[in-house]
């Protein structure tokens, strides 16, 4: 059975929002796989914005924080700017 309708939009050289950054973090969360983004997008997104914090007993883990995401992204776009 042939699929005639795309209902994902060709979002090719498009940066990712700060809404979506957020969307991925809950999806991300949930444990799904399918976020709606090319996988390599979304595995550089999560490897940008994931970061190590201390739990309340001082266990280091790891997490994915839009806000951290957004930040890098912010910074080396500042970067690619001055080029």
Same mark, same amino acid.
Request: aromatic fraction near 8%; charged fraction near 30%.
């Given at each position: 059975?042939?699929?005639? %309708? #795309? /209902?994902? &939009? #060709? =979002?090719? #050289?498009?940066? !990712?929002?700060?809404? *979506?950054?957020?969307?991925?973090?809950?999806?991300?969360?949930? +444990?799904? @796989? =399918? !976020? +709606? =983004?090319?996988?390599? @997008?979304?595995?550089?997104? !999560? %490897?940008?914005? /994931? /970061?190590? &914090? !201390? *739990?309340?007993?001082? #266990?280091?883990?790891?997490? $994915?924080?839009? %806000?951290?995401? &957004?930040?890098? $992204?912010?910074? &080396? *776009?500042?970067?690619?700017?001055?080029?």
């Amino acid at each position: 059975m042939a699929h005639t %309708e #795309n /209902t994902t &939009q #060709n =979002r090719k #050289n498009k940066h !990712l929002s700060p809404f *979506e950054r957020g969307e991925i973090a809950a999806l991300n969360k949930a +444990g799904h @796989t =399918r !976020l +709606g =983004r090319v996988h390599g @997008t979304i595995a550089n997104e !999560l %490897e940008r914005g /994931t /970061t190590k &914090q !201390l *739990e309340t007993g001082r #266990n280091p883990y790891t997490a $994915y924080f839009p %806000e951290t995401g &957004q930040a890098v $992204y912010e910074k &080396q *776009e500042k970067l690619w700017r001055k080029k």
